[in-house]
């Protein structure tokens, strides 16, 4: 199990998160929604150890992430951050080879495990076709499954997404869903993701942590997350709530949003 606890992080002039307390089942797919600025990516960057932690824990199957060393670290979790260098000139097959890198001493060659794995990464995100073209001259859509592929490749029982969908088309929005959701349910890797489209994460995920100015406002099943109140408070705007193919989903009802106050400058 991953488990945050009593974790609380401070950037310089205000605090991004204040006394999180989460268990991450293994084996789930994990959605953590909230509107922008509650504090989502700061929790993954944490949980990933890209941030240092101030105060609190961060535990992994026991272990405190404080006592491992990165290349430890690696072999547990990979984490694809919110936004990637779009200038990176590799192909996509070398962009995929860096997921073995925690498994292998520095310099050494890969091995034929390695490029078998590295092949198997490539198949499951649908990406072998354009292996060995530019990460430059791949669409939106591609190139996250590169990175996707990349993140695979690295084999860890915790995968961390950071909006692995935003400013993709429906179509290759959904690519990405089936993956993760067939790396959770055919090779039993638990998946934590932040998620902006809330009827998505309520459709592929196990579990939502609602997050709410840098506070968690609920966690449970999407059918518990789902109401009217908690998008009221959490989103400022009025709903209703139904119900497709046993997931919740929601629709927005016209009326009066509370969500953000108009900056008037
Ligand atoms: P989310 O991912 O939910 O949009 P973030 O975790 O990115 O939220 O941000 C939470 C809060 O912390 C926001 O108010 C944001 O402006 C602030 N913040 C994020 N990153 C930094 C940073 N590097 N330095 C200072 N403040 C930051
Ligand atoms: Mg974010």
Redesign the pocket.
């Known amino acids: 199990m991953f488990a945050v606890k009593e974790l609380t992080h401070r950037?310089?002039d205000r605090f991004?998160l204040q006394d999180i307390n989460i268990d991450f089942p293994k084996g789930e797919i994990i959605s953590i929604i909230?509107p922008?600025?509650?504090?989502?990516?700061?929790l993954l960057r944490l949980m990933a150890v890209l941030l240092k932690c101030q105060r609190g824990q961060i535990i992994i199957d026991g272990k405190n992430v404080a006592d491992q060393n990165r290349k430890s670290l690696a072999k547990q979790l990979t984490m694809l951050p919110q936004t990637q260098d779009l200038t990176l000139d590799f192909t996509v097959r070398e962009l995929v080879e860096f997921g073995r890198q925690p498994h292998k001493r520095t310099w050494a060659a890969l091995t034929t495990e390695d490029r078998e794995i590295i092949d198997w990464a490539m198949s499951l995100a649908n990406v072998q076709s354009y292996a060995n073209e530019s990460l430059t001259s791949l669409s939106g859509g591609e190139r996250q499954r590169a990175w996707i592929a990349m993140v695979l490749a690295q084999q860890t029982e915790y995968v961390l997404l950071d909006e692995p969908t935003t400013f993709l088309d429906i179509v290759h929005q959904l690519e990405i869903l089936d993956v993760v959701q067939k790396i959770n349910q055919q090779y039993r890797r638990t998946v934590i993701m932040i998620l902006h489209d809330l009827n998505q994460a309520a459709q592929y995920s196990d579990r939502l942590i609602v997050?709410k100015e840098g506070s968690v406002y609920q966690q449970g099943h999407p059918k518990e997350v789902f109401t009217e109140k908690m998008f009221a408070e959490v989103f400022g705007i009025p709903v209703s709530i139904h119900e497709m193919d046993g997931k919740p989903m929601f629709i927005p009802k016209k009326g009066k949003r509370e969500g953000k106050k108009e900056c008037i400058l």
């Open positions: 950037y310089t991004a909230g922008n600025g509650s504090g989502k990516s700061t997050m």
